[in-house]
């Protein structure tokens, strides 16, 4: 058979090998925002795993923008070294095409990292002051954020566009800005988080004009042959609240920008799950399948995806471009190898571990084919 999952994509002149895309995932091991080993070892293993394409998980473009005091940051020159360093030993070593995700946490910064609780913290414990759209805090027991004035606006969307400009001098191949999952861009154009009553705020196009002047200034020093994309809440999953209707929307107006991409999750801007029963597999690939489709716009889909067969069924019928993993490669960082082999398909190995392909050992699998 001639697997979809496993054919080429480009977006712009980037050649991607295959469609299984390493979504990004916090890991809170940064020290001062730096990245350090574990994040070389965490980015430059799945870089090696087969996969087509990864991002880092969000790095926060000012220090009040991560999400804790372990997240990375990349607005310093020590921060951008460490970077450097992991992404050169992904592109000596690895074939993935390498994604940088760049993010403000808004109103859902300064916490703790989810081992110790996740809480938001107070000055006494390492916190800081954390901004928003408006003064609506993230829950009733979390501290109300300052409502962002013209010059925090421009403030953040300079150190977004700083972001990028040291993304692209330290090789990343792709960004994506994180407008998902109720951070700071996601704030924006939630009506749950967004009370605003200026040109930012209220209707529709009020809450998109933020986040679509970050990134046209964002695109505007981001290389041509180089894809950008943004990864959305396409649902907020309740009433009032951002919906897939307005996540269409969006998504044309990012297009008619420059964007590549949209890359689909749904929720964060509550406390509250989602109301699908047990986080089915591919619970969200119908909200990539509406965007694709009526935005015209290629689409990463993620959620719970395990089943290669299910992957390469979700890519084969349009519902979107790519297929992204973050549990499923945490369980088994080389899925990408077993589901090539479960296709018919090949997977990029490293020559170290070229011996581990299964026609170098078939005795090992007994009724596989030429075993």
Same mark, same amino acid.
């Given at each position: 058979m001639t697997s979809r999952l496993f054919?080429?994509?480009?977006?712009?002149?980037?050649?991607? &090998?295959?469609? $299984?895309?390493?979504?990004?995932?916090?890991? %809170?091991? &940064?020290?001062?925002?730096?990245?350090?080993?574990?994040?070389?070892?965490?980015?430059? %293993?799945?870089?090696?795993?087969?996969?087509?394409?990864?991002?880092? #998980?969000?790095?926060?473009? /000012?220090?009040?923008?991560?999400?804790?005091?372990?997240?990375?940051?990349?607005?310093?020159?020590?921060?951008?070294?460490?970077? /450097?360093?992991?992404?050169?030993?992904?592109?000596?070593h690895g074939s993935a095409k390498i994604g940088l995700q760049l993010a403000h946490a808004g109103r859902k910064a300064s916490t703790a990292p989810p081992w110790e609780g996740g809480a938001p913290l107070d000055a006494s414990s390492g916190g800081w002051p954390t901004i928003s759209p408006s003064d609506a805090p993230f829950t009733n027991d979390?501290?109300?954020?300052?409502p962002m004035d013209l010059q925090d606006m421009v403030r953040v969307r300079d150190a977004f566009v700083d972001a990028a400009e040291?993304?692209?001098?330290i090789g990343a191949d792709v960004i994506q800005l994180h407008a998902a999952h109720g951070y700071l861009l996601s704030q924006f154009l939630s009506p749950i988080a967004n009370h605003r009553d200026d040109e930012f705020?209220?209707?529709?196009?009020?809450?998109?004009?933020?986040?679509? #002047?970050?990134?046209?200034?964002?695109?505007?020093?981001?290389?041509?042959?180089?894809?950008?994309?943004?990864? $959305?809440?396409?649902?907020?999953?309740? #009433?009032?609240?951002?919906?897939? #209707?307005?996540?269409?929307?969006? &998504?044309?107006?990012?297009?008619?920008?420059?964007?590549?991409? $949209?890359d689909v999750s749904s929720g964060g801007n509550t406390a509250d799950r989602p109301p699908v029963a047990n986080f089915e597999q591919g619970y969200q690939v119908p909200l990539s399948e509406q965007i694709k489709r009526e935005?015209?716009?290629?689409?990463?889909?993620?959620?719970? $995806?395990?089943?290669?067969? %299910?992957? /390469?069924e979700v890519v084969a019928s349009g519902k979107a471009d790519f297929v992204a993993l973050a549990r499923g490669l945490l369980y088994e960082p080389h899925w990408a190898w077993q589901a090539a082999e479960a296709l018919g398909a090949d997977a990029p190995y490293p020559p170290q571990y070229i011996r581990a392909h299964p026609k170098n050992w078939p005795n090992a699998f007994p009724g596989r084919a030429g075993s």
């Open positions: 054919s080429p994509y480009s977006l712009r002149d980037l050649e991607i &090998a295959n469609r $299984i895309v390493v979504a990004p995932m916090c890991q %809170y091991s &940064a020290e001062n925002g730096v990245a350090n080993d574990w994040h070389l070892m965490h980015l430059g %293993y799945f870089s090696c795993s087969g996969v087509g394409m990864m991002f880092s #998980e969000a790095i926060g473009v /000012e220090a009040e923008g991560r999400i804790s005091s372990g997240c990375l940051g990349l607005y310093n020159d020590k921060q951008e070294k460490a970077l /450097e360093r992991i992404i050169g030993f992904c592109h000596e979390w501290p109300p954020p300052l040291r993304a692209d001098r705020g209220g209707s529709l196009e009020n809450r998109m004009r933020y986040p679509l #002047e970050v990134f046209t200034a964002v695109r505007s020093v981001w290389p041509k042959k180089k894809p950008m994309g943004v990864r $959305i809440s396409a649902t907020d999953w309740q #009433e009032p609240g951002w919906t897939i #209707e307005e996540s269409v929307v969006f &998504a044309k107006e990012l297009k008619a920008l420059g964007c590549d991409f $949209i935005a015209d716009v290629p689409t990463i889909t993620v959620g719970m $995806i395990r089943d290669p067969h %299910y992957a /390469e």
